[in-house]
Antibody, heavy 121, light 113 residues
Framework: EVQLVESGGGLVQPGGSLRLSCAASGFTFNNYAMSWVRQAPGKGLEWVSTICGSDSNTYYVDSVRGRFTISRDDSKNTLYLQMDSPRAEDTAVYYC??????????????WGQGTLVTVSS | DFVMTQSPDSLAVSLGERATIHCKSSQSVLYSSNNKNYLAWYQQRPGQPPKLLISWASTRESGVPDRFSGSGSGTDFTLTISSLQAEDVAVYYCQQYYSTPLTFGGGTRVEIK
């Protein structure tokens, strides 16, 4: 059974740092693209970043490029999102999602329960 | 960027009746080399993460009831719930995964009339 469990959310000050983690199980982690998608309170879904499975290429939405870094540790089956210099508008529930095998461009077929990040002083 | 526009924003349908949601992309999401539409539909029930219903515009995920169907190609797509059940109350999103940034529609809220 595929499971994705996010952790690391919480309250962070503007300009601070926070690292989110997503522990994966139930599939061969290194073969699959993984993404972060966020949802601000009462709002819709926004794709944040994807890391490919095969070559670990990374992609970001413009609003976080240069501030957030996606990475993966295939030995630990874990996905990360390093959030540097967060802003109030980054406040959201952050979901990790499993993508396709062998392709970075794919739908998210499994999602975690999400972790809430609140950026406030 | 690909702009995904969903309509309507919300709809109320009687139990057992049909619900139809539209999604329009600002650019074609049909990849000519494999003739696939890079378009997905998700369901998000209150307090839950999104759930993938349909990928490649019309391929239902395993375990998804067959009352859910997707259709369309290029820039215009439709999600149809043929006979609305109480558990279908949710917000539905389309998403293109043809090009980064991957983009979602604004969502359609489905309620019981």
């Amino acid at each position: 059974e595929v499971q994705l469990v996010e952790s690391g959310g919480g309250l962070v000050q503007p300009g601070g740092s926070l690292r989110l983690s997503c522990a994966a199980s139930g599939f061969t982690f290194n073969n699959y693209a993984m993404s972060w998608v966020r949802q601000a309170p009462g709002k819709g879904l926004e794709w944040v970043s994807t890391i490919c499975g095969s070559d670990s290429n990374t992609y970001y939405v413009d609003s976080v490029r240069g501030r957030f870094t996606i990475s993966r540790d295939d030995s630990k089956n874990t996905l990360y999102l390093q959030m540097d210099s967060p802003r109030a508008e980054d406040t959201a529930v952050y979901y990790c999602a499993k993508g396709g095998r062998g392709s970075c461009y794919s739908a998210g077929d499994y999602w975690g329960q999400g972790t809430l990040v609140t950026v406030s002083s | 960027d690909f702009v995904m526009t969903q309509s309507p924003d919300s709809l109320a349908v009687s139990l057992g009746e049909r619900a139809t949601i539209h999604c329009k992309s600002s650019q074609s999401v049909l990849y000519s080399s494999n003739n696939k539409n890079y378009l997905a539909w998700y369901q998000q029930r209150p307090g839950q993460p999104p759930k993938l219903l349909i990928s490649w515009a019309s391929t239902r995920e395993s375990g998804v009831p067959d009352r859910f169907s997707g259709s369309g190609s290029g820039t215009d797509f439709t999600l149809t719930i043929s006979s609305l059940q109480a558990e279908d109350v949710a917000v539905y999103y389309c998403q293109q995964y043809y090009s980064t940034p991957l983009t979602f529609g604004g969502g359609t809220r489905v309620e019981i009339k």
